[in-house]
């Protein structure tokens, strides 16, 4: 019973961009310099106090189930979740239970094997909920105090609850990734893991198979504490292997075991037990009765289908197909975020060019924006500028090298404080256009091969290496010269 397949399900929250939190007017800002100071007499649960449901947020949320593919149903209502921990003053959180505001739908994402067609991830349900606080414990391993900071709480959680549809921790990690980039492009939210705004925890267990066709599934474990994607893909591999072992040496499967959380030790690399996992009975779910349900009508929801933007998978699946990107540009051009995505856009359209854009884009500029530690908004090459750079390029009236002789050349006026355009681009590119004056070529190649016999001798007997040096004397004496035809007119010369 060795063979087995790993499922993988996937719990995430992410904070939605609203001025104000879910259920009251406290700011919805990350301030951990400053506890307990975002908080209000609804936030914390006192008595007599009324929640009142922030519109934004819903509307956030409709956007999101829509962009997921999401069945929106026409009637939904609050419940509470009754549990109590330090940092949920109420005891009980407000959430959905039985009719969430979205369910049944799918994320697509790239496939693991290259050449085959996107997968589809189910998406079992997107519901919204209010956040708990912050549990702030001392880990110096000396004891000492656990404070709370309940700035958090009340803030707006949309939880996308995916199928176990995933299959492997690459997979998962895709999945995030994927989901993160289309959270950014419908800007719902700014997905900030450092900061809290995006969490995930991982349902994992194994399915060996059975000599007779029949399927033994492990114990599910529910994967927490990690901040960072790699993370996820390190505690889903983790956790399979531990499963895996654990399995051969007890027998134990999901019959014979409840569910359990672990939580995940980036240091040590490995996954902890933490606690049994409640069952939904055990939270004692009810219709919240300070709120009233949220009703929508077919019209509401056409609106908002027809105003979501292009979402990333139309749009690696355009860049593909219209552009030429392979899958791994398109993917790392929207992994940025749409804000750089634009940017290439622009380029692309102003060149003509999809894939020297890309190339640039993703080398050149990515490159550049990771040095300054900058945005884009302050980057001094704008859309405009490298676009005009690249038309010279897909005119084939600069070389490669000449153009990013023009593009180091912009940087340090920038640098510098000097104002720069598409003009400068015009007035340094034409220094520097491809020579397409064969006489003046010609002469200049006679003059090196007269120069370099040895190296002559040596691409006469088959050394094509030895024309570099040759080549090098050409593009001196004459600036601006094509390589590509330099090399082949001295290649024709030597040979004659």
Partial sequence: MSKFTTI????????????????????????????????????????????????????????????????????????????????????????????????????????????????????????????????????????????????RTGTPLLEIVSEPDLRTASEARRYLEDLRTLLLFIDVSDCNMQEGSLRCDANVNLHFHNDDGSVTATPIVELKNMNSFRNVELAIEYEAKRQKKDFEKTGRTIDDAPKVTRGWDAERNVTFAQREKEDSSDYRYFPDPDLVPVVLTQTEIDAVREALPETPAKKRDRFQSDLGLSEYDASVILGQGPELTAYFESVASTCGDGKIAANWVTQDVLRDLNASESGLSEFPITAEILGALLKWITDERLTNKSARDVYALLKERAADGQAISASDVETLAAEREIVRDTGALEAAIQSAIAARPDAVEDVKAGKLQAIGPIMGMVMKQVSGADPKTVREMLISMIQK
């Fill in 8 to 151: 993988i399900g996937l719990e995430v929250h992410t904070q939605l961009k609203t001025q104000s939190k879910l259920f009251c007017g406290c700011a919805n800002e990350f301030n951990p310099d400053h506890p307990n100071t975002q908080t209000c007499p609804v936030c914390l649960g006192l008595p007599g106090a009324l929640p009142v449901m922030n519109r934004t947020a819903f509307d956030l949320s409709l956007k999101t189930g829509l962009a997921l593919n999401c069945h929106i149903p026409l009637f939904t209502k609050w419940d509470r979740k009754q549990y109590y921990y330090p940092d949920l003053p109420k005891a009980y959180q407000i959430s959905q239970f039985d009719l969430p505001f979205s369910e049944n739908g799918w994320l697509e994402i790239a496939n693991d094997e290259d050449g085959k067609p996107p997968r589809r991830i189910g998406i079992t349900r997107a519901h919204l909920e209010e956040d708990a606080g912050k549990n702030i414990h001392d880990e110096s391993g000396r004891g000492g105090d656990s404070c709370v900071d309940l700035n």
